[in-house]
């Protein structure tokens, strides 16, 4: 993936403080190494990118929802992605964050014409001016662009 710049994206409960979010934030990117072996995008990421961006993910309960699709998402594409829950004792099991490592080639996608609104998937293609149902890698851009930066 030569040229191609890789960011973490990461997903943080807002019931968090802000240094809860940073700190909850990091457990998720960690996870993210663990449960993927630190396969080559992760090494690439750790070694030459290190970029976080940080996005308000929703309460427990979205979270939850979220992660599922974020997740379906990241395997279609094979990239490297996890979760954080917290224990029981500290804070009763919450989730407090998920993330994965992102390639430019999806976070720079331009967002294309929708038929209607993003939760069809359905993209009118520039060329045919037909609709046509996004790829994963366009759907997770989508999915991307509906989250505001966490504060």
């Known amino acids: 993936m030569e040229g191609t710049e890789l960011r973490c994206y990461v997903f943080v409960n807002l019931v968090l403080s802000s240094i809860q979010k940073g700190v909850q934030g990091n457990h998720a990117c960690v996870e993210v190494g663990v449960n ?55 804070m009763n099991c919450l989730f407090t964050s998920f993330g994965g490592i992102i390639p430019s080639t999806v976070y720079d996608i331009e967002l294309p014409l929708f038929d209607s609104d993003y939760s069809n998937y359905l993209v009118l293609d520039p060329l045919s001016g037909r609709s046509r149902k996004m790829y994963p890698d366009e759907e997770l851009r989508v999915f991307l662009s509906q989250f505001r930066l966490a504060l």
């Open 36 to 90: 993927s072996g630190y396969n080559d995008m992760y090494r690439d990421w750790a070694k030459n990118h290190k970029t976080l961006i940080y996005l308000q993910g929703g309460f427990h309960g979205e979270m939850s929802e979220q992660y599922a699709e974020f997740s379906r998402l990241c395997n279609k594409l094979d990239l490297p992605h996890a979760s954080f829950h917290e224990d029981e004792e500290t």
